[in-house]
Nanobody, 117 residues
Framework: QVQLVESGGGLVQPGGSLRLSCTTS????????MGWYRQAPGQQRELVAT???????NYADSVKGRFTISRDNAKNTVYLQMNSLKPEDTAVYYC???????????WGKGTLVTVSS
């Protein structure tokens, strides 16, 4: 059974930091491109960052220089370090595991990040 479990969300003041974690099971983690996506109220889900099997990263322009995605293959976990948070970063953040060669695409249930004073 495939599971992606996000953690680390919460309420933070503007300018603050949070680190999200996504721990996986049931997949060959090291063979998956891992990603973080977010969905704000009334908005479509959007890409935040991805990290592929060689640890090459890709970021949305809105988070470049503030967010860092990383992975630990030994722990089957992907992280998102979020610094200098802004109110517009408020959203539910979802973890994604994708392996195009076998057409697999899995999602976590999300963790809420609220940036507010």
């Amino acid at each position: 059974q495939v599971q992606l479990v996000e953690s680390g969300g919460g309420l933070v003041q503007p300018g603050g930091s949070l680190r999200l974690s996504c721990t996986t099971s049931g997949i060959s983690f090291r063979l998956n491109t891992m990603g973080w996506y977010r969905q704000a109220p009334g908005q479509q889900r959007e890409l935040v960052a991805t990290i592929d099997i060689s640890s090459s990263t890709n970021y949305a322009d809105s988070v470049k220089g503030r967010f860092t995605i990383s992975r630990d293959n030994a722990k089957n976990t992907v992280y998102l370090q979020m610094n200098s948070l802004k109110p517009e970063d408020t959203a539910v953040y979802y973890c994604n595991a994708r392996r195009l060669s076998v057409r697999s695409d899995y999602w976590g249930k999300g963790t809420l990040v609220t940036v507010s004073s």
